[in-house]
C-alpha cells in the first residue's frame, strides 16, 4: 500500500513540476481581482489554450466566484464534454496556486471524483468526472465545511428539544 502512495505522489509531483513550466499564465487564477481578469479579457491574454495541436485539450467555460473583489473560487467545465487532460489539470492547479505543488488525497473517496489540496494547504480543488474542475481556497472550504456542519447540527435537533 505504502509503494502504491508514493507512486502516486512522485506521479503528482512529476505532472506539478510539467504544469509548471507552462510559458503563459492566465489573468483568471484564484487570488485575481475583478479589474485583473476583466482587463486580461480586455487585452486577449485569458486564453486557456493549454495544449496547442490536433490533440487539443477541451475549450472551458470559467465561471469566477468573488469576495471583497478578490477571486476565491473558479470552475472550470468543458464546453464540448471532454475529459480534461491530467497536463490541463496540472496547468491550471499551478496557475491558481502560483506554482505550489498538488497532491491527490486519499480520501474522501468518491466514484468520479478525485481531490486535491495544495502542499501548502491554501488550496483545494475537486475534479468531477474529468470534466469539471472546480478550484478553491482553503478558507472558502473551511466556511462551507462549518456552515454544513451547523446545518446539519440544526436539522438533527427534534421538535421538542426546540421547544
Known sequence: ????IRASLLLTIAIALVGCSTQTRPCIRIGATRAEIHQG????NASLNLHPGEDQD???RVRAGF???VCIRIKYTSVDKRKISDHAVSVLLSLNSRGVSWIVQEFPVKEGKVYYRSVDGKYRAILTDGKELFV???ALFQ??????????????VTP????
Do not use: C, D, H, Y
Open 1 to 4: 500500500m505504502t509503494m502504491l
Open 41 to 44: 479579457i480586455e487585452n486577449g
Open 58 to 60: 477541451p475549450k472551458f
Open 67 to 69: 469576495e471583497k473583489g
Open 136 to 138: 478553491f481556497t482553503e
Open 143 to 156: 466556511k462551507t465545511s462549518a456552515e454544513i456542519s451547523k446545518e446539519e447540527v440544526e436539522t438533527k
Open 160 to 163: 421538542e428539544a426546540r421547544q
